[in-house]
T-cell receptor
Framework: GENVEQHPSTLSVQEGDSAVIKCTYS??????FPWYKQELGKRPQLIID?????GEKKDQRIAVTLNKTAKHFSLHITETQPEDSAVYFC??????????????FGQGTILTVHP | GAGVSQSPRYKVAKRGQDVALRCDPI?????LFWYQQALGQGPEFLTY????????KSGLPSDRFFAERPEGSVSTLKIQRTQQEDSAVYLC???????????????FGPGTRLLVL
């Protein structure tokens, strides 16, 4: 089955700096890659996603890049703010065939943005 | 509109007790997933429903875990004879489509935090 590795496990930045989180996946059939933000005790919330027919996607201060050949994808947050502090999870899924889109998650990155 | 809701939010059980966790998906959502999130880890897939049909239960860790969605809306995850290793947050997620090959956004509930003593 799919295996997703996420790095780093913790990331500490100063307000205004950029933050980058990287993930690799093992199943070349995976075609959907969402990123979720989870604040302490709260539900995971989708912040951005990318599909395999796209190499990059941006939404204001957040961007995701995908390299299908190397089987890795990354989350980029620019101009970080203290409210960006949370745990970030990458995930992968294959919605083709008999798979109905179950997500395989990385281990998470604790992002701390210092004012 | 209302998001995915789960109840109870917290559950403390003595080892050996049975527990039932409830998920109310977003109205009209065909797909429903259950995930287990251990402390400090990412969620792990347990089972998947398309309407009332349980199409994938490959992630259920043992036969003590049972899930149902009898009318294609509310779902219940039941754990029999709970063990300490069952302590985790149980997350429910729903999405609009139930078609193979179509990937829709999964919306998560707040989770039920289960502690087995």
């Amino acid at each position: 089955g799919e295996n997703v590795e996420q790095h780093p496990s913790t990331l500490s930045v100063q307000e205004g700096d950029s933050a980058v989180i990287k993930c690799t996946y093992s199943d070349s059939a995976s075609n959907y890659f969402p990123w979720y933000k989870q604040e302490l005790g709260k539900r995971p919330q989708l912040i951005i996603d990318i599909r395999s027919n796209v190499g990059e996607k941006k939404d204001q201060r957040i961007a995701v890049t995908l390299n299908k050949t190397a089987k890795h994808f990354s989350l980029h947050i620019t101009e970080t703010q203290p409210e960006d502090s949370a745990v970030y999870f990458c995930a992968a899924s294959n919605a083709g065939g008999t798979s109905y889109g179950k997500l395989t998650f990385g281990q998470g990155t604790i992002l701390t943005v210092h004012p | 509109g209302a998001g995915v809701s789960q109840s109870p939010r917290y559950k403390v059980a003595k080892r050996g007790q049975d527990v039932a966790l409830r998920c109310d998906p977003i109205s009209g959502h065909v797909s429903l997933f259950w995930y287990q999130q251990a402390l400090g880890q990412g969620p792990e897939f347990l089972t998947y429903f398309q309407n009332e049909a349980q199409l994938d239960k490959s992630g259920l860790p043992s036969d003590r875990f049972f899930a149902e969605r009898p009318e294609g809306s509310v779902s219940t995850l039941k754990i029999q004879r709970t063990q300490q290793e069952d302590s985790a947050v149980y997350l429910c997620a729903s999405s609009l489509a139930g078609l193979a090959g179509v990937q829709e956004t999964q919306y998560f509930g707040p989770g039920t935090r289960l502690l087995v003593l």
